[in-house]
């Protein structure tokens, strides 16, 4: 594929470009088409329950395909070409991290593939994002609210990057070598989609009355789901305990400190607004959503499950 | 004020019920040109590669990381305000580089130059 690529010594110098297709060996970890955990050690670790492992890898995977899926939903409809090519970008990073996670999911424990018609060419990851539905899905309910204006999409990437970096953060210690790159890699991606976010925060906050007061609505209407974020499934328990997880009470301390930092820069006080409560006390993590998901994943979901043989 | 708005998308703004901030200094309709430059990886210069819009400084740094190094070109970036830039004029073309059209001798091709020195 390089052979149409013609790059000579004198002028690799004065091109950014230059070199960029001449090696592979660059790219991060994840990006083979062919297999998402290429040259990477499956192995489930010793005194691991592979299907508590598989159902973390589902929590976290759901949450970052659910989320990304809506950020993409700002293509083409963000206020300026920049910021529109910054969401795009975030929901691709999520995406990648979705698809690794669904593949460590299945590869640990291949019964919660959804089975599909014979001959279907979906590898198990696609088979997981696109034939579950809405009640399997076991991402956190922040991730699924449906969009708001610019404002709202600033607080949502602040508030679920903020959280999940702190957890990311930990993850990285994980003793299954899937989920422990799959953190090393987030890491970094995170802290720009926070970074990103936390400027937008800031500048709405001090700019105008009317970007001021946008962003408050935003927060206030986020924030009853903020909670759950830190609720411990014992999915999540068990992961932890084995040494594979991270319980997610475990990081609050460290998620509230940074956006402590982001609220007082912004000159915006803490919101007073009661959680929201689950259905009969189960939340996202039990694969209680709401409406909203259903609808978008009857979107996300249509074209893969009319033409399950389909060949992309 | 009206060529903000973003009609019929999750970005639209309202036109009508907004403060207008009459009396104050209106905003600038447009964000300032920032020029980007990106140093790539094998890359020993600074290579212009295009421009964005952008607020601040800082904003333009992160637009054009996520307009111009998505694809991995990059490992560093310079942004610079397109009005602090001060360029030739095509008027003035003739007299500023005809004159160095035939002086060849300037050119360091009548000399070997050894094989250890890099970047020549």
């Known amino acids: 594929m390089n052979d149409h690529i013609h790059t000579t010594p004198e002028d690799e110098h004065d091109s950014a470009y230059s070199g960029l297709l001449v090696n592979d060996a660059h790219w991060a970890f994840g ?20 299907p508590t492992l598989a159902a973390y890898a589902l929590m976290l995977g759901d949450d970052s395909l659910v989320m990304s899926h809506r950020i993409s939903e700002w293509t083409s409809n963000a206020p300026d070409l920049e910021d529109d090519i910054a969401l795009s970008n975030i929901a691709l990073d999520l995406l990648g991290q979705a698809r690794l996670l669904l593949a460590r999911a299945a590869k640990a424990d291949g019964s919660v593939v959804p089975v599909l018609p014979e001959g279907s060419p979906a590898p198990p990851e696609d088979a997981l994002a696109f034939f579950r539905d809405a009640h399997q899905f076991r991402n956190v309910r922040f991730a699924e609210v449906v969009n708001g204006d610019f404002a709202e999409a600033t607080v949502r990437v602040l508030l679920f990057s903020v959280w999940r970096l702190a957890v990311f953060e930990r993850l ?65 328990a068990s992961a932890a305990a084995a040494g594979v997880g ?39 993590r039990d694969g209680m959503h709401g409406e909203p998901l259903s609808r978008m994943l009857a979107e996300m979901q249509s074209v893969a499950r009319a033409h399950p043989r389909g060949q992309w | 004020m009206s060529n903000l708005s973003a009609e019929g998308g999750h970005g639209a703004v309202p036109l009508t019920g907004v403060p207008t901030g009459e009396g104050v200094r209106p905003p600038e309709p447009e964000w300032p040109l920032y020029e980007v430059f990106v140093r790539g990886k094998r890359g020993l210069n600074h290579v212009h590669v295009g421009s964005l819009h952008a607020a601040d400084d800082r904003m333009a740094l992160l637009h054009a990381r996520d307009v111009y190094t998505r694809r991995n070109e990059g490992v560093s970036i310079w942004v610079v305000r397109a009005d602090a ?30 094989d250890n020195v890099p970047h020549m």
């Not at chain 1, 930092?261 to 009969?280: F, I, T």
Request: hydrophobic letters at 40%; aromatic letters at 8%.
């Open chain 1, 172 to 236: 990285r210690a994980s003793r299954d070598h899937v989920l422990a790159a799959v953190a090393a890699k987030g890491v970094k991606e995170l802290a720009y989609h926070r970074d990103y976010s936390a400027r937008w925060f800031v500048t709405l906050a001090r700019g105008t009355d009317e970007s001021r007061r946008r962003l408050l609505a935003a927060l206030d209407a986020l924030w009853p789901l903020w909670p759950e974020l830190f609720d411990t499934h014992e999915v999540e």
């Open chain 1, 246 to 284: 991270v319980d997610p009470a475990s990081v609050r301390e460290a998620a509230e400190g940074v956006l402590a930092q982001v609220l007082e820069a912004a000159d915006v006080p803490r919101p007073e607004v009661a959680r929201r409560a689950g259905v009969l006390g189960r939340t996202g």
């Open chain 2, 85 to 114: 830039i001060t360029a030739s004029s095509p008027d003035e073309k003739d007299p500023m580089f005809a004159p160095s059209g035939d002086k060849v001798y300037r050119h360091p091709t009548f000399y070997d130059i050894p």
């Open chain 1, 31 to 50: 990006t083979d088409f062919e297999d998402p955990l290429a040259g990477v050690d499956t192995t489930i670790p010793q005194g691991v329950d592979a």
